[in-house]
């Protein structure tokens, strides 16, 4: 089955620091990256889409220019945090899917809890 | 608009069995998937339904009814690690997913 690696697990940072979250796709070419954030007993709640080598498409109340994200190659998309502030703090899930893969279920990769402080 | 409901808590016994109900509204349908995530974890993928009709994997089953905009996680057997929220999402016209706010379920002993 398709598999979505995400790196690092967890991370704490300072506040005004940036992150930067990998998600990575290992045995599939992956078109299109979603990235989610979760906060504590509350729903997914999508973030942005990317498609490889275009600019990523982000939901409404999602700054683009706080959260960066990069879809350079296929197998590779990062966020990154910017300018990170307590607030930020939330649990960031990708999956990835392809052109192929429409229409058949997300795969994960394991989240990143991120902690400001 | 596009919406997803489902019943935010539930509690059930070991061993028991459980219906977790979904009702969707999309622009066009693609699909409606259910998906397990345990406290602090991504979510796993359980089943998808497509068209109308039961779909049975073990202990767990889906169902779905399009004309009704309709489905549920049926999970028998109940063991305790099956605590944990349930998520239910539609895929619309654009492929893209709708996602609930989740179900928790709660196994007593």
């Known amino acids: 089955g398709a598999v979505v690696s995400q790196h690092p697990s967890w991370v704490i940072c300072k506040s005004g620091t940036s992150v930067k979250i990998e998600c990575r796709s290992l045995?599939?070419?992956?078109?299109?990256m979603f990235w989610y954030r979760q906060f504590p007993k509350q729903s997914l709640m999508l973030m942005a889409t990317s498609n490889e080598g275009s600019k990523a498409t982000y939901e409404q109340g999602v700054e683009k220019d706080k959260f960066l994200i990069n879809h350079a190659s296929l197998t590779l998309s990062t966020l990154t945090v910017t300018s990170a502030h307590p607030e930020d703090s939330s649990f960031y899930i990708c999956?990835?899917?392809?052109?192929?893969?429409?229409?058949?279920?997300?795969?994960f990769g394991n989240g990143t809890r991120l902690t400001v402080t | 608009g596009q919406n997803i409901d489902q019943p935010t808590e539930m509690t059930a016994t070991e061993g028991a069995i459980v219906q977790i109900n979904c009702t969707y509204q999309t622009s066009g349908f693609n699909g409606l998937f259910w998906y397990q995530q345990h406290a602090g974890e991504a979510p796993t993928f359980l089943s998808y339904?497509?068209l109308d009709g039961l779909e049975e994997k073990g202990r767990f089953s889906s169902f779905l009814s399009r004309s009704k905009g309709y489905s549920y996680l049926l999970l028998k057997e109940l063991q305790m690690k099956d605590s944990a929220s349930y998520l239910c999402?539609?895929?619309?016209?654009?492929?893209?997913?709708?996602w609930g706010a989740g179900t928790k379920l709660i196994i007593k002993p």
């Open positions: 999956s990835a899917t392809s052109a192929a893969r429409m229409g058949s279920p997300l795969h």
């Open positions: 339904n497509v």
């Open positions: 999402a539609a895929m619309d016209s654009n492929y893209q997913l709708i």
């Open positions: 045995d599939f070419q992956a078109t299109t």
